[in-house]
Each structure stands twice: as C-alpha cells, then as structure tokens.
C-alpha cells in the first residue's frame, strides 16, 4: 500500500476537499478482503509491541484526530486488539477540568505521555487548542491567558509550540503517529441519524453532535490550518479516509505496522555476564526435582 496517498507532505498547503477523498479504498474492493489484512497486521503488530518493550529504547505516540462519529474508538479497539494491555494505554482528552485550566495547554498531554517501551495511544489531543478553541473563541477566556491577540497570531505561535514540542519528544525517542480520519459530512449524517435510530446505539449519541455540526465549515478550515502548518518530517500527518471504517482500520494499522518496521527493533543482546548466570540456573534448575 503507497502511503503518500495519505500523507501531508511538511510544508504543503493541502486542500481536504480537493486533496483527500473520504471514500477512497485503494484496491480493495470487498470487506472480507480488508479485514483478512487487518488481522495480519495486528498480529504483525503484537509482535513488533514485544520487541519495542523489551528493547526499550522507543516510546510510540499515536494520535487521533476526526469529527464527530468518524470513528476514532473503533479503530483503536480493532487495530490495538491484539497489544498486550500492559504496554498500552488509551487517553482520551476532553473539556479541560479546572485544574488543567490552571496550566499551561500542553501540560495534560505532557503528563500522558508513553513511557520507553510503550503505546500511548490520544484519543483527541493537544491539537483541540488549536481546533475547538479558534472555532469557539469564547473558550480562550477560561484559559486566563496573560495576553489574547485579537488576530490570527495566536493560531501561529501555537503551532510553533506544537512543532517544537514534537520535535522535541522526537528527540528524546518517542515516535509520534498522527493521524485525521477524514470522513465526509454525508457519512456523518449517516452515522448521526443510525445513532438515533438504533436503540444501542443511543447511548453514543450528545446533544452537541447535532449543535457542532453546524460549525463544518469552520471545523475544516481549522483542520486545513493545522494540517498546513504541522505535519513536520519528524511528525506527519496522515489523513485516513473515514468514510469505511474496514479501510479506516486497515490503512491505519498497516502505517503503523510499516514505521516499527523503519525502527529496525531487536531483543536486547544478553552480556557475558548474564549468559553466565543463565547457564547457572540452568544447571541449577536440572539438578532440582
């Protein structure tokens, strides 16, 4: 599978409407096809999880970003479902609480951050300050921001925080995946109306689905921004077509499998001194009954 189909090259001005289809699935044509992948990858994935924790020397940060309904939970439950939980862990970042409010934007994630070793896997991010916040700039009042400019500027500064952010974890060993499902507005209707209509559904559905909705235009115009301003050569962006979730699955697991690959991950080498000890505890434990 070519992934610059999906990729936002660093410094390009992309266009989601223009650039990227929501219903796009390459060569696969059949669901049964698409799922007989997918589970070969999360087996390639469980073992690549093994080497990484044993080797412990990278940490691996996922990102998901999406509207509403793009299906963002359950394509962290089919690709991750083969992981050993113990080396995993799932963040998902909501309305700010009044203690997180009282720091700076970026503290909540910094404290979620994977150990070496280990997945970590944000369900939504520090990106929602620059998505949520410039479509509701109302919201920038309960951060109690020193200074607020009234333009542009303060979308600009945050992305320079974000990239010197990245690069930083980059630096120190985390190797960061983000990726935007991109489903259309159709879909989402789609997707917004089975929630009403089926009653296990329900559940899924919010109030500020419907009322969010109406901001579309907005949304993409704010994702466009990030897209064009933060995809790095250390950090990517990857925008996965959302409109089948079977492809969704499939193309996500497939990059993620592809960039552990990249890493080259080997068993830690035993030193002459540990060999000695486990030839003694071999010896040890034949002599036993």
Not at 59 to 66: P, S, T
Not at 100 to 126: C, Q, T, V
Request: aromatic share 12%; net charge negative.
């Amino acid at each position: 599978m070519n992934h610059d189909a999906f990729i936002v090259p660093p410094k390009a001005k992309i266009s989601l409407q223009k650039d990227y289809d929501p219903a796009y699935k390459d060569d696969y044509h059949e669901k049964a096809e698409a799922e007989k992948k997918l589970q070969t990858d999360v087996q390639r994935l469980a073992k690549y999880q093994n080497v990484l924790y044993a080797q412990n020397t990278y940490a691996l940060l996922i990102i998901f970003q999406a509207m509403d309904a793009a299906g963002k939970d359950s394509t962290i439950k089919h690709v991750m479902s083969g992981v050993n939980p113990q080396g995993c862990q799932v963040f998902s970042f909501k309305q700010p609480s009044s203690e997180e409010l009282d720091h700076d934007y970026l503290w909540r994630s910094m404290k979620a951050l994977p150990e070496r070793g280990r997945m970590g896997i944000f369900n939504r991010s520090y990106y929602e300050e620059t998505l949520v916040v410039r479509v509701h700039p109302e919201l920038l009042k309960k951060q109690q921001l020193p200074h607020i400019p009234e333009d542009n500027r303060i979308w600009q500064q945050r992305f320079k925080e974000i990239n010197n952010f990245e690069k930083y974890l980059v630096n120190n060993g985390i190797i960061i995946m983000k990726f935007f499902l991109n489903l259309s507005k159709s879909e989402q209707k789609k997707r917004f109306l089975e929630r009403i209509e089926t009653p296990e559904k329900n559940w899924k559905y919010s109030a500020s689905d419907v009322t969010e909705r109406a901001f579309w235009d907005d949304y993409m115009e704010a994702y466009e921004d990030i897209f064009n301003h933060t995809s790095t050569e250390s950090a990517p962006w990857y925008i996965i077509p959302a409109d089948r979730k079977w492809f969704t699955r499939l193309v996500v697991a497939d990059i993620i499998c592809s960039k552990l690959k990249e890493l080259n991950l080997t068993y830690p080498t035993a030193t002459e001194e540990h060999q000695r000890e486990l030839l003694k505890a071999k010896e040890l434990l034949e002599n036993q009954d």
